[in-house]
């Protein structure tokens, strides 16, 4: 099936309810994020008869990203099983309807991350007029700091382009950025096709058939994910939304763990701790019984208002998380020719830190002995936050600095917070 993930100018995501979509057990179909219409009237029983897959399409703005994903729900309605999305029903934002185009992705890269971290593997969109840009290089960036392990790549527009030598030199560009940021380059899948034609039935070999065979590799190539199925349940709050007459709703992708209807749940974040029940499940416009990690779904809860539950805030078992405010974490500083930083920084420097569906203003503090830190550098960081969040061992998180990316990291230590680090947040 398919759930568009994020904001659709950054992210346009699919979740494959098959191993297989070339084959009569799958099916698709592409619903918006918007959650409004939970429960609004009798829903149909959703059948966990196939296993799930997370599927997202990055790169740079303008190169195809929602004409593919419309061209892919239009090649697998014609085969049957699916539902058809036109490119304006998933550009339905009103900005997106006025300009006729999706939002600029560096506008909004929080959601890029958002998005990006619920994804299972991508499909990275390259117009074969531009080759690589630099939105194409920071989507990938993310999508590897994030731990998207699998890429497959569609180089869209191919009709444009008249000089084949072209299309062989954005090949071979994108397979050495592909291995510059720990892909395998040379043997990940690459298809070079027109989504406009597969939408226009025309030139079936660039439009169509191009279609099927992207999705041949994505059956192939992207494997099942292993769910962490065992564990307290959590979910990352990406929205909330009240339905008249029936609650509040809140959505996003189970990170780990099951639920299901009568479960107690609580929510933590933002200097908030809410206790509710779930009265109701969803997805994909359809009402189940339990949610598994791996879904991208609706949660009604009983007796919370919408201002009290916020993007951010981590829907979980009562009792199994607690929020941290100081950690310290394994970063990578990115060089300058990744991307980052062009000066090192020192203690008190202050980034943004991103994790799940947060992101939280940061104070660095370096370790005993230690004056500053270089771009490219991997350092031992403490970081304090503004504010209590969901924070674990293991957990990843990304920094940025204004409108760039400057280093990604892993939570090695919960730590204290000191009367100093009280202070230095007022």
Same mark, same amino acid.
């Given at each position: 099936?398919?759930?568009?993930?994020?904001?659709?100018?950054?992210?346009?995501?699919?979740?494959?309810?098959?191993?297989?979509?070339?084959?009569?057990?799958?099916?698709?179909?592409?619903?918006?994020?918007?959650?409004?219409?939970?429960?609004?009237?009798?829903?149909?029983?959703?059948?966990?008869?196939?296993?799930?897959?997370?599927?997202?399409?990055?790169?740079?703005?303008?190169?195809?990203?929602?004409?593919?994903?419309?061209?892919?729900?239009?090649?697998?309605?014609?085969?049957?099983?699916?539902?058809? $999305?036109?490119? #304006?029903?998933? =550009? *339905?934002?009103?900005?997106?309807?006025? /300009?006729?185009?999706?939002?600029?992705?560096? &506008?909004?890269?929080?959601?890029?991350?958002?998005?990006?971290?619920?994804?299972?593997?991508?499909?990275?969109?390259?117009?074969?007029?531009?080759?690589?840009?630099?939105?194409?290089?920071?989507?990938?960036?993310?999508?590897?700091?994030?731990?998207?392990?699998?890429?497959?790549?569609?180089?869209?527009?191919?009709?444009?382009?008249?000089?084949?030598?072209?299309?062989?030199?954005?090949?071979?560009?994108?397979?050495?950025?592909?291995?510059?940021?720990?892909?395998?380059?040379?043997?990940?899948?690459?298809?070079?096709?027109?989504?406009?034609?597969?939408?226009?039935?025309?030139?079936?070999?660039?439009?169509?058939?191009?279609?099927? $065979?992207?999705? #041949?590799?994505? =059956? *192939?190539?992207?494997?099942?994910?292993? /769910?962490?199925?065992?564990?307290?349940?959590? &979910?990352?709050?990406?929205?909330?939304?009240?339905?008249?007459?029936?609650?509040?709703?809140?959505?996003?992708?189970?990170?780990?763990?099951?639920?299901?209807?009568?479960?107690?749940?609580?929510?933590?974040?933002?200097?908030?701790?809410?206790?509710?029940?779930?009265?109701?499940?969803?997805?994909?416009?359809?009402?189940?019984?339990?949610?598994?990690?791996?879904?991208?779904?609706?949660?009604?809860?009983?007796?919370?208002?919408?201002?009290?539950?916020?993007?951010?805030?981590?829907?979980?078992?009562?009792?199994?998380?607690?929020?941290?405010?100081?950690?310290?974490?394994?970063?990578?500083?990115?060089?300058?020719?990744?991307?980052?930083?062009?000066?090192?920084?020192?203690? *008190?420097?202050?980034?943004?830190?991103?994790?799940?569906?947060?992101?939280?203003?940061?104070?660095?503090?370096?370790?005993?002995?230690?004056?500053?830190?270089?771009?490219?550098?991997?350092?031992?960081?403490?970081?304090?936050?503004?504010?209590?969040?969901?924070?674990?061992?293991?957990?990843?998180?990304?920094?940025?600095?204004?409108?760039?990316?400057?280093?990604?990291?892993?939570?090695?230590?919960?730590?204290?917070?000191?009367?100093?680090?009280?202070?230095?947040?007022?």
């Amino acid at each position: 099936m398919a759930a568009l993930v994020g904001i659709r100018a950054c992210l346009s995501a699919l979740q494959l309810s098959s191993p297989s979509l070339l084959h009569s057990s799958y099916k698709l179909c592409a619903v918006p994020l918007s959650r409004r219409n939970f429960a609004a009237e009798a829903k149909k029983v959703f059948s966990r008869s196939k296993p799930h897959l997370n599927i997202g399409t990055i790169g740079h703005v303008d190169h195809g990203k929602t004409t593919l994903t419309a061209a892919i729900t239009k090649v697998l309605a014609e085969a049957g099983g699916a539902r058809y $999305k036109t490119y #304006e029903d998933i =550009d *339905n934002a009103p900005e997106e309807k006025a /300009r006729g185009i999706t939002i600029n992705a560096s &506008l909004c890269l929080k959601n890029m991350i958002t998005g990006t971290s619920q994804m299972d593997g991508c499909i990275l969109v390259v117009a074969a007029t531009d080759g690589q840009m630099p939105q194409t290089r920071e989507h990938l960036l993310l999508a590897r700091q994030i731990g998207v392990e699998h890429v497959v790549v569609f180089v869209n527009k191919a009709d444009a382009v008249e000089d084949k030598e072209m299309l062989d030199l954005v090949e071979l560009e994108i397979r050495e950025l592909l291995t510059e940021y720990g892909y395998d380059g040379e043997n990940t899948p690459v298809i070079i096709g027109s989504a406009l034609c597969a939408l226009e039935n025309r030139q079936p070999e660039l439009g169509v058939n191009s279609i099927m $065979k992207l999705l #041949e590799v994505v =059956d *192939n190539y992207i494997p099942l994910p292993k /769910r962490d199925l065992d564990k307290p349940f959590l &979910l990352p709050v990406e929205g909330v939304y009240s339905i008249p007459g029936r609650g509040t709703v809140v959505t996003g992708t189970l990170e780990r763990g099951m639920i299901k209807k009568g479960d107690e749940c609580e929510f933590l974040g933002h200097n908030r701790c809410f206790k509710s029940v779930i009265t109701g499940i969803e997805m994909f416009h359809q009402s189940l019984d339990r949610a598994e990690a791996g879904d991208n779904m609706g949660a009604l809860v009983r007796g919370l208002k919408r201002e009290d539950v916020r993007r951010g805030m981590v829907m979980c078992k009562p009792g199994s998380i607690q929020p941290h405010q100081k950690v310290k974490a394994q970063v990578y500083v990115l060089s300058k020719e990744e991307g980052g930083r062009h000066k090192p920084f020192c203690t *008190n420097f202050m980034p943004i830190m991103f994790s799940h569906t947060w992101d939280m203003a940061c104070i660095v503090q370096l370790l005993p002995g230690k004056e500053m830190v270089m771009p490219g550098e991997d350092a031992s960081l403490i970081l304090a936050l503004r504010q209590p969040m969901a924070l674990d061992r293991g957990q990843r998180f990304t920094l940025r600095d204004g409108n760039q990316t400057i280093g990604t990291g892993l939570v090695t230590e919960i730590l204290p917070m000191t009367e100093d680090d009280k202070y230095n947040w007022g």
